[in-house]
């Protein structure tokens, strides 16, 4: 289906002064006819009665960033997308396939009935302005088959106001599926945190991506994927985010463990290579400065009691010795 835009003049504002002028005049010629019992006058003024307002179907308002696409008996005719006030056939019928839908911002879309509430429920008329999809969270297996919830915000607009209403059979709805279903495929090819042995990138080599670290290419990725699976509903996806992010709820608090162990294990590291640093240090400077001479029994001695005070959780206890080690 091939968009056709319509150059027509905007010959409102005229049809209907003509119009309401035609319809005072018929009920004038209604009355004078009646008065002078002019059969032909009657019958003249009566059709002009019965027939004036249907130039008034004809009459079309559009605001900027609307569009009005146009069927006449079936067949499209074209799209009305400047602004203004117009003139049309007055057989022409609207089309808009999602006109009792609604997407909401903070959900998924809405239902007919609900739908029923807002203002515009009985517009045929099709926004061409930036509109924002913000799907609800989703539970999805990563690459590693850990259930994780994620929820995207796309933004989108339309650009093709023939294949959206023709091509399919509600455009709205079309684009909040296909969101889901792109946001699986893409998600399932990520770990939620870095993993080693895992690659993202189809290249056959593995990678550090992650839905956690790499969440501008994971948003690319999937603004491509929904793109391209909406092009055939004459929709432009403009871009998607990646709004909520987190494991699922039966395995939040073991990761949360996992997540802790991994940051006691680095902590506990650091302190052992800083330990053993120290404990190098001071056996140097005490045979630089000659303070002490230490055997190698000794010196094993020293460097067991620093690393105790050095790398324990608790305040070293101090015990004094009066004796000899022998």
Do not use: T
């Given at each position: 289906m091939k968009e056709i835009i319509l150059t027509t003049k905007k010959n409102g504002m005229p049809v209907l002064i003509l119009s309401i002028l035609g319809y005072l005049f018929g009920v004038a010629l209604l009355i004078a006819s009646g008065v002078m019992v002019f059969i032909p006058g009657i019958v003249l003024g009566a059709v002009i009665l019965m027939f004036g307002w249907l130039p008034w179907?004809?009459?079309?308002v559009l605001k900027p960033q609307e569009a009005l696409v146009l069927t006449l008996f079936g067949k499209y005719i074209g799209t009305l997308k400047d602004s203004g006030f117009y003139f049309v056939n007055p057989f022409c019928s609207a089309v808009n396939p999602a006109a009792g839908t609604s997407l909401k911002q903070s959900g998924d879309v809405q239902d007919k009935a609900a739908a029923i509430q807002t203002a515009d429920v009985y517009s045929k008329k099709m926004s061409l302005k930036i509109m924002t999809l913000n799907n609800s969270r989703q539970k999805i297996n990563d690459c590693l088959g850990n259930p994780i919830e994620i929820g995207i915000a796309v933004t989108w607009r339309i650009v093709d106001t023939a294949k959206a209403a023709f091509n399919v059979d509600n455009y709205k709805e079309f684009l909040s599926l296909q969101c889901d279903s792109a946001l699986r495929n893409i998600v399932r090819i990520y770990p939620y945190d870095v993993a080693p042995g895992v690659d993202t990138t189809g290249d056959g080599v593995a990678d550090e991506g992650s839905l956690r670290g790499s969440s501008e290419t994971v948003a690319k990725r999937i603004k491509e994927e929904i793109q391209s699976r909406v092009n055939e509903a004459g929709i432009e996806v403009i871009e998607a985010r990646i709004t909520y992010l987190a494991y699922a709820t039966?395995?939040?608090s073991v990761m949360l463990?996992?997540?802790q162990a991994s940051a006691i294990i680095d902590a506990r590291k650091m302190i052992v290579d800083g330990a053993v640093g120290m404990v190098e240090m001071a056996l140097e400077r005490l045979n630089?400065?000659?303070?002490?001479?230490?055997?190698?029994e000794r010196k094993a001695a020293m460097v067991s009691n620093l690393l105790v005070v050095l790398c324990g959780n608790k305040d070293a206890q101090p015990i004094v010795n009066s004796g000899s080690l022998y």
């Open positions: 179907c004809g009459l079309k039966e395995i939040a463990q996992r997540q630089e400065k000659e303070i002490v001479n230490l055997d190698e």
